[in-house]
Each structure stands twice: as structure tokens, then as C-alpha cells.
């Protein structure tokens, strides 16, 4: 079975965003910051995808094997590996390593891609980005571990935006789209997605049904109903009904706005029925939850 990054770390990280009191609300993400002795880490399978910050100031020699692959190099400041979940992977290092250590649940980031930024990822990620230099991504992570040092709410607040940017400017430089086929209505590309996302987003508060979805990508609505399901996991009106309840958790970050109001603005035809819909998908009462995310 893989492995958590953390379980065969061989030192404890000097901070972990796992130990905040409240975590990042989306669950994108754990970050964790490491200043270690030279040593090494076995091979193994991991669950999620990891990506290697490299703070130190001087370079260092490093091995890494990836898949059976051995790479020998010397590891240089802001430079960024990225393991992909799945991957075999071990490592050892000469110098003292100064690294921040993000790890990213593969489901989510694929439904932060479609939902957040209307990109369809290919099902292998970040398989050809064994290492590259982006002081930005690098200033970004050291951004998120300074939020760590305190665990006031200014720093929370702080997480929870710098994980959206860190996760934002990794995807849209290096995420890797699902290749487009030559004859588009055999499938649903990412154009078919990006198009249809843009149409829920501004129809929200409005009807929506599965033949104007259909439209809107070209397809018939039969054909659109099965390459929808088979490339998206939901049917059509399943996904329609997930992101009005998404959008609904997101409005009640505001604690003096309304639950009507937010039900209408998320089309929903009024507070009862989206107090039902709300807890068949998320198991508790638009007002429970309120209360939880206002404690």
C-alpha cells in the first residue's frame, strides 16, 4: 500500500501545517519545512504527489532515484522536484537539506483544476518535471511556512490564500492538460469543459438543465451525458448540484449573509429545499455547517 512523504521522513519537520488548530478549509495541501543532517530516505511508492522546495543557500550533491532512474546533481536554490503519486522514489543527500516539503492529495487538485481554474488534467501528473528552477513558486512556499510559525488567525487567513496561490501558479506553469483529440466530438476535451464550467458559473442562480449544457458543448445531449460522466466521474446534473452546494459554502464564509439569499444566489427555488440538497451531499444543515466554519 503507498506511503505517506511523512511516514519514512527520517527527522521531524520544524513546522507542519498538519498542527494547525485549523487547517486550510479546501484540504489542498500539507506543507511541512525540514532542516536535516545529511542521510537518506529508501525507496518506495508514495500516495500523493510531492513537491521539494530547496531553500539552501549552497548548492549540495543529491540523488534521486525515480522509477528505477538514478539522477546524481547537485541541488541548487529554488529549485523544485516534484514527485507524482505512484512514482517509485528515494533519495539521498550530502549536505544539510534546507527544504520545504508540500503534499497534494491527487483527487484534489484534480477537482481544484476543474473547478477553480476549468482545466481538465491528464491522468498522469507531473511525471516529466523532475526539476526545474521558479524562484516565484519557491517565494510562494516560503510564504506559506512563515504562516505556520504562529497560529493566530491573520496566519490561518494567510494559509488559506497562499495554498490557493502556491496550487494556482503549479498548475497553470506546469500541470498537464489531457492531450486534445483530432476529432473533438468523439470525447469531452477541455475546451468542452471550460465552456460548459463558464455556463454554470454564470447561470447559477437559474435553471439548468442537461440539453442547454449539451448545447453549449456542440454534443447532442445523449452523447454529452455519457462523455461527461465518463471523463468527469458525475453525471451531468449530479455535478451541477455539487458545484451549487461548493459555491453555497463559499457565500457562508460571510456570517452576516443571509441562507435565503445564499439558496436563491445559488439556485436553489428556496431555503428548504436547499437545507435538503445541502445535507444529502454534505451530511449536515446549511446551519450547522455555518456554525462550524464561524466558530
Known sequence: MPLKYEDIYPSEPLLNSDAMQRPSAA???SVR??????????????SEHHVLLNLQQNGHRVKNWRDGQLR????????VIVTPAGMRSGWQWYGQSDVIVITLHPGKVQHFAQ???GMLLAPEQFHDLPQFSDPDLCAAGVILRDALETDDMSSVVMFEAMSRVFLVKLLQKYGKRRTEEVELSARFTSQHYQRVLAYVQNRLDQTITVDQMASEAGMSPSHFARV????????????????RIEQAMKMMEDAARPLGDIAFACGFSDQAHFTRSFKQVVGQTPRAYRATINA
Open 228 to 243: 461527461f460522466k465518463e471523463t468527469l466521474g458525475s453525471t451531468p446534473m449530479q455535478y451541477v448540484m455539487a458545484f
Open 27 to 29: 484540504g489542498l495541501m
Open 115 to 117: 473547478a477553480e481554474l
Open 72 to 79: 546524481d546533481f547537485i541541488f541548487r536554490k529554488d529549485e
Open 33 to 46: 519545512y525540514f532542516r536535516a543532517e545529511p542521510d537518506r530516505m529508501p525507496e518506495d511508492v508514495f
